[in-house]
């Protein structure tokens, strides 16, 4: 069985109309496999239009006086950095650790001090 992994899957483009020029980003969170299987679940809600199909497949479209070029496609493992309190006396350093425990809400991050 495949292991799935959290995939942040990324579209840049650029939109250059009649004001100027704009950098745009879709991103998308997906489970998958792998970065192929997240670009190819990904690639059907960020085509659902034809502008962004043929963007998608040619790398430029254009209509009604705009102009979508530039595409990169960018897929990674999706993760976060856990700060961790640092305690602020020496004593306490020397006494007690800290454990990270997700909350019993399963949203929240608590910190389990435990003696040393």
């Not at 059907?44 to 979508?68: I, K, P």
Request: contains cysteine; hydrophobic residues 35%; aromatic residues 10%.
């Amino acid at each position: 069985m495949a292991k799935h992994k959290l995939w942040e899957v990324t579209y840049t483009y650029k939109v250059s109309h009649a004001d100027g020029t704009e950098q745009m980003r879709e991103s998308y969170l997906v489970v998958a496999g792998d970065t192929a299987e997240a670009f190819k679940k990904t690639e059907g809600c960020f085509s659902s239009t034809d502008l962004y199909q043929e963007l998608l497949v040619a790398g430029e479209a254009h209509a009604q006086g705009v102009d979508f070029s530039d595409l990169h496609k960018n897929a990674r493992e999706y993760r976060r950095i856990i700060s961790f309190p640092k305690l602020t006396l020496d004593t306490d350093l020397d006494q007690f650790s800290l454990k990270p425990n997700i909350g019993s809400d399963g949203q929240t991050l608590e910190f389990i001090v435990v003696k040393r």
